[in-house]
């Protein structure tokens, strides 16, 4: 690889722990929050209530993956706001369709 | 342009030209409407799943005695409990859970391989990205298992009359965990997602290459690390999703 003069010229920087902390911080927060929906699994009878608990967790996930691991957060508000905007419609699709799925069961 | 045109101050607005207004690259820029896209393609089979298990009877008696019917949807945690060298023992969603684990890890190895190519540190991105390409593949071979042993069955089977008989495992037309379209869902929401896994782990590979030829370090810039990156966190993102929509409700 030294066969590349360019290389040599490169500077490595020093590594910032905090940063690095920082990291592994949002990764333990991701396996807790797993942890947690394993033990409601198993401890928790089904029903809207424990639906509710899941669905929330999973957005709570979402969040950290979104906006720490692929810095989402930490962009431009315009970026932020064309990247979410667009998946409203979705919530809109979920609704719709569930709605569809009952009506479906009622004929069956 | 004639010089009466120029009435605009450049200064106030950024979409005046000459510089760009979300402050990231095309590259990236791209990478992100891609990712919106795949995103409504995944919600769509998601909430397709939520549309067909809407549309299908719940098993409504006590969860002990729920036992594999047609006439049901069936619950997750009793079709999805084998552990691979434990056979015959019922660990319900412990294999997937591995799973889960298995790829937060690979996103945050990814992350390190990120914040390592921004230092312009070649030896840290090679070695993070190895450790996201391993993860990553130990994923794929977790699901080729799970995918083996939901097609092969459990040894009882269950009787189904539109087959004729007892029927093992699971294809297209029959599964004997409940309604045909759960393991057609199945295979088709887990197999998308197995196939985004797949192309990660290639386009991984390839950054890693070039990272190893000294591509990046000619170039000056980790950037290509951080667009692939930004593929494979979403990747854990959607499994998230999968992990909950169709393992846990």
Not at chain 2, 3 to 31: C, D, I, L, R
Not at chain 2, 37 to 60: C, E, K, M, P, W
Request: aromatic share 16%; hydrophobic share 55%.
């Amino acid at each position: 690889m030294e066969l590349h003069e360019d290389i040599n010229e490169v500077i490595v920087q020093p590594v910032d722990k905090a940063k690095i902390w920082q990291i592994w911080k949002v990764a333990i927060i991701l396996g807790i929050i797993t942890i947690i929906e394993f033990v409601i699994a198993f401890t928790m009878p089904s029903g809207g209530l424990r639906i509710s608990i899941f669905i929330a967790l999973t957005l709570v996930k979402a969040f950290y993956i979104v906006a720490e691991f692929m810095h989402l957060g930490h962009e431009k508000k315009t970026l932020i706001y064309t990247i979410i905007m667009p998946l409203i419609l979705v919530l809109w699709l979920i609704g719709a369709l569930m709605m569809e799925g009952s009506a479906i069961l009622q004929v069956r | 342009m004639s010089s009466t045109a120029t009435v605009v101050n450049k200064e106030e607005s950024v979409w005046a030209g000459g510089k760009s207004p979300f402050a990231v690259s095309y590259g990236k820029v791209m990478m992100w409407l891609f990712l919106v896209s795949d995103a409504f393609t995944f919600s769509g089979l998601l909430i397709s799943y939520g549309l067909v298990r809407y549309s299908n009877h719940a098993y409504a008696g006590n969860p002990e005695d729920f036992a594999f019917s047609q006439d049901w949807w069936p619950i997750p945690e009793k079709v999805f409990e084998a552990v691979p060298f434990l056979h015959g023992v019922p660990a319900p969603l412990v294999f997937v859970g591995i799973m889960t684990f298995i790829l937060i890890l690979s996103s945050v190895t990814m992350v390190l391989a990120v914040e390592a190519g921004h230092r312009m540190d070649r030896k840290a991105v090679q070695k993070w990205l190895l450790w996201t390409i391993f993860w990553g593949a130990v994923f794929l071979g977790c699901q080729a298992w799970e995918w083996a042993h939901f097609i092969q069955g459990t040894e009882e089977g269950s009787i189904i009359k539109a087959f004729g008989g007892v029927f093992h495992g699971a294809n297209l037309s029959f599964n004997q965990y409940g309604p045909p379209p759960f393991a057609a869902l199945f295979f088709f929401i887990t197999g998308f997602h197995g196939t985004h896994v797949l192309s990660g782990v290639l386009l991984n590979f390839l950054i890693f290459y070039n990272t190893a030829v000294g591509t990046y370090d000619k170039r000056g810039s980790y950037e290509m690390v951080e667009k692939v990156g930004l593929y494979w966190h979403f990747v854990d993102l959607v499994w998230v999703f999968v992990f909950t929509f169709f393992y846990l409700i």
